[in-house]
C-alpha cells in the first residue's frame, strides 16, 4: 500500500475498489425493493381509480334508476348517451371529468350483465384477459 505525501490529491485504487464494492452491495440490496414496489403502485392505482368509477357509476344509478349499458360504456359518466335507453336525470356536469386509463395505459372493462349487476376491470400490464402476477386481472368487485 502505497502513502500519501503531505498535500498530494487522489484515491488510491484500494479506496476506489472499496468504494465500488459498497455501493454494488447498496444497489443489489436496495434495488429489488424499489422494483416491486412500482409494480405495487400501479395495482394500487388500478384499484384506486375503479373505486373512483364505482362511485361514479352508483351515482349515476341513483340519478337514472338503472347504470350505464355495455354499449354505452364507462363514456356515459363523462358525456350525456345518446344510446337508448337516454338517462332521464342524467347531471349536466356529468359524473366523471373524463374516463380514466389503467396504470398501464388500457382502457377499463366495463360489462353490464344484468341491470343491477356489472363487471368493472382492468387487464392487468400485459392488457390481455386472464393471466396471473402483474399480467393478472384487476376486479373490483374482489378488492
Known sequence: MTTRQPGAGGYTLLEIMVVVFILG??????????MGRTDEA???SA????????????????D???????EQGLEALVTR???????????SEGYLPRVPLDPWG??????????????????GADGVEGGGGLAGDIDA???
Open 25 to 34: 452491495l447498496l444497489v443489489t440490496i436496495v434495488a429489488p425493493r424499489i
Open 42 to 44: 400501479r395495482v394500487t
Open 47 to 62: 384499484i384506486a381509480n375503479m373505486k373512483s368509477i364505482e362511485q361514479a357509476l352508483n351515482l349515476y344509478r341513483l
Open 64 to 70: 337514472n334508476g338503472t347504470y350505464p349499458t355495455t
Open 81 to 91: 348517451p345518446t344510446a337508448p335507453p337516454i338517462p332521464k336525470a342524467w347531471r
Open 106 to 123: 388500457n382502457a377499463f372493462v366495463y360489462v353490464l350483465a344484468i341491470p343491477q349487476r356489472y363487471t368493472l376491470k382492468s387487464l
Open 141 to 143: 368487485r374482489e378488492r
